[in-house]
């Protein structure tokens, strides 16, 4: 005999009201320590070329292997405008050195790990300094990223008696395959920019059609308070004591990021069907209901509109926002760390699977409901979306977060089920992923 369900959570506000603002001052110091340390991490010198690096190095080398067009003065000016970290304009200083020997500069202040290595290389190479080790030159190529500039300062070290033609041969083949991957990305966002500007007037001119139902939830505002700030403050702790349990071994270490999601995806889906008095089986079916195909079909031009709309804050963010902010950083150097496919298979899957399933049946699934309650559709959009943003605490990338939230929750409203806002979500960080891992 199966026991009968629990009835939704309903704590009493003597006690719950303390707790929750006892649960909210511990998410803030939380938040606040996270900020702090991360703060700290961005001070610190990157330890190689970073993706911006990377696209630039493309976007200037490409037109002269594919059409001989040598880059003008006004886009090295640019590129280097653009390019503040240090590792970034040494790429620089070498493929300017590489494309226009005439204009040849002095690389720039470098830190001491890695730094006096490029030095003795570059003169090796340009200023008919002494061969530099083996060593010096295999932690050079690693801190100018492998890419093309990487690759021609090495084969000037060889001499083409010695393989610098085929390995220049292969810098070539190399910086085509990104440039590819590149403009297919760029065809990509392109097409669905106009795609998404489609979907947006569609929206507006049928905005009084009455949507579908979403998910209904039957504990209190109090009880989902209680069990966003718990589940909010066990995304700091489940990190940590990934972290934590896999430390004695450093090369297990990016395990950390697919640990951490499935400690606290696990801590939060026993939450919501605690509170709600809800079994795991049922909770997919109360958040997925009907048949998959049309919702599934709708993640498309819902992508398509959050790259619009992305595209559009970014824009206008760029204008308050450093420009030497990297909101990807983090994921940047865990990709650059790894190799092999079974450890690129494991992050892509965390990634683009295991987080986009759990922060939608989070923050649309459980969240956007309960705030939407009462007719108030408009203020769940906005503060959901605003929490989704803020719950990854990257300042740098809040409004586009935060973009990419809204978006999410027009999806869940359109079709009423969760299949479409996860789908989106594992495109986006699916296409990011792919991004990040194919320039490192």
């Given at each position: ?278 079994r795991f089986k049922d909770l997919w079916g109360r ?71 759990f922060e939608e049946l989070f923050f649309r699934g ?48 359109q079709t009423g089920s969760l299949r479409t806002p ?19």
């Open positions: 005999m199966q026991p009968e369900p629990r009835t939704p959570w309903q704590p009493a506000p003597r006690w719950a009201d303390p707790f929750i603002a006892l649960l909210l001052i511990l998410a803030c110091l939380a938040a606040g320590l996270s900020l702090f340390t991360r703060a700290k991490v961005a001070e610190r010198p990157s330890e190689q070329v970073s993706l911006q690096g990377r696209l630039v190095e493309v976007a200037l080398a490409a037109p002269q292997v594919l059409l001989g067009q040598k880059p003008k003065a006004a886009e090295w000016d640019r590129a280097a405008a653009r390019l503040s970290d240090p590792w970034d304009a040494a790429l620089l200083v070498v493929l300017r050195t590489e494309l226009e020997p005439e204009a040849k500069s002095a690389l720039p202040k470098l830190p001491s790990r890695g730094g006096e290595a490029l030095h003795r290389v570059y003169l090796a190479a340009y200023e008919h300094g002494p061969m530099p080790s083996a060593q010096d030159r295999a932690e050079t190529r690693r801190r100018l990223g492998r890419g093309y500039s990487a690759s021609l300062l090495e084969a000037r070290l060889q001499g083409p008696a010695n393989g610098g033609i085929q390995l220049r041969t292969q810098a070539r083949q190399v910086l085509l395959v990104r440039f590819a991957l590149l403009t297919v990305l760029g065809l990509g966002v392109s097409g669905l920019s106009l795609g998404g500007l489609a979907l947006g007037i569609y929206l507006i001119a049928t905005r009084r059609v009455p949507p579908p139902p979403l998910p209904a939830w039957g504990l209190s505002g109090r009880a989902a308070a209680i069990v966003f700030l718990a589940w909010f403050l066990g995304f700091f702790l489940a990190g940590s004591l990934a972290g934590l349990l896999l430390s004695p071994w450093p090369s297990l270490r990016w395990l950390a990021l697919p640990g951490g999601y499935l400690l606290h995806a696990c801590f939060g889906l026993r939450l919501i069907t605690w509170a709600e008095g809800l958040v997925a209901a009907g048949r998959p195909g049309k919702d599934l079909a709708w993640a498309i031009p819902f992508l398509a509109l959050a790259v619009t709309l992305v595209l559009l804050v970014a824009m206008l963010s760029s204008w308050i926002l450093a420009p030497t902010q990297n909101p990807q950083r983090d994921l940047q150097e865990l990709l650059q760390g790894v190799s092999g496919w079974p450890t690129t298979l494991v992050l892509f899957l965390t990634v683009a699977g295991v987080a986009p399933v459980f969240l956007l409901p309960v705030l939407a309650r009462k007719d108030r559709m408009a203020w769940g959009l906005l503060a959901s979306a605003g929490l989704f943003g803020a719950i990854h605490l990257q300042p740098a990338g809040l409004p586009i977060l935060a973009t990419l939230g809204w978006v999410l929750g027009l999806a869940l409203r996860i789908l989106l979500h594992a495109c986006w960080n699916g296409t990011l992923f792919v991004l990040l891992r194919g320039m490192a």
